[in-house]
């Protein structure tokens, strides 16, 4: 078995494990090389852009620039999920290429687009979606949604009848602000998303564990983030746990990781083949 072979073999028994224990974070270490994190990097850059349509909205909410990336071969009858990738503040902006980043483009890596066939939704804001501010109950961090939320959700309103969208297999992630506007969009309409996941984001106020807790949601944050501290997403877990009949969330927690998505779980099918089973509750 190769070196990729063997990482991918335990990545699977770790969520497995971290299926099977959700009380608890699974804590991890990063499993990649230096020479694999090198590989990986030079494949992402060399990765075109340009699968990514552009496009743009206007509605009663506001405007919003995107990329939109289609299933390489769309067959006749066939409907597919909708993974929404939300970046980070350092992609603030109009240009409609920032958004574009690690996390988006990994989605086009050829073996990716192959396994995973689905539209991939990028959008680009002009200001903030998601601002922190000190929760009430414990003085940590929580995030509150962006003005810009509802013109995404409105966005995929639009989208929806356009192109084949499985409209039970709607899914938004995103890295750091992200992953905090990802929880928030499911809060502003938590009938429209099947899972979630989120990388070194905030959470929200630990009060709506009570609105997330059907949701398949997955919390991934390294424990030497000094810019999104991993503690409010530790209260939000716990917040989730506490609720009557547990929850869905999963959390996966990188020793001495700083603000970043994994290096081993950019390219990765672990993860996104348990993002792929959520299905919406009916």
Not at 5 to 16: K, P, Y
Not at 19 to 37: G, K, N, Y
Not at 200 to 216: N, V
Not at 242 to 271: N, T
């Amino acid at each position: 078995m190769t070196l990729r072979g063997v990482v991918l073999a335990l990545a699977t028994a770790l969520l497995a494990a971290t299926c099977a224990s959700a009380a608890q974070p699974e804590l991890v270490r990063d499993r990649t090389t230096p020479a694999s994190q090198a590989s990986d990097a030079a494949l992402l850059h060399s990765l075109d852009h340009d699968v990514f349509l552009n496009g743009s909205y206007a509605g009663p909410t506001g405007k919003l620039g995107y990329r939109l990336m289609p299933p390489a071969t769309v067959q006749d009858g066939k409907r597919y999920p909708l993974v929404i990738v939300l970046h980070g503040s350092g992609a603030i902006g109009n240009d409609n290429i920032r958004q574009l980043g690690a996390l988006a483009m990994s989605w086009s890596a050829p073996a990716i687009r192959k396994r995973f066939p689905a539209y991939v939704l990028a959008p680009q804001f002009a200001e903030r979606s998601a601002n922190y501010k000190p929760s009430a109950v414990d003085s940590l961090p929580a995030a509150q949604p962006g003005p810009n939320l509802p013109t995404l959700l409105a966005l995929v309103e639009q989208l929806k009848p356009q192109f084949a969208i499985d409209t039970d297999r709607i899914y938004v992630t995103g890295f750091s602000m992200g992953a905090s506007a990802a929880t928030q969009a499911v809060l502003k309409n938590t009938s429209m998303f099947a899972a979630a996941a989120a990388f070194s984001g905030i959470a929200p106020e630990r009060a709506a564990a009570a609105q997330l807790k059907d949701l398949p949601l997955l919390l991934v944050h390294g424990n030497a983030d000094t810019e999104n501290s991993i503690e409010a997403d530790r209260a939000m877990f716990a917040a989730l746990q506490r609720q009557p009949g547990g929850a869905k969330a999963r959390f996966i927690e990188y020793q001495g990781m700083e603000h970043m998505v994994p290096p081993d779980m950019l390219l990765s099918p672990v993860w996104r083949d348990w993002l792929f089973a959520q299905h919406k509750a009916r």
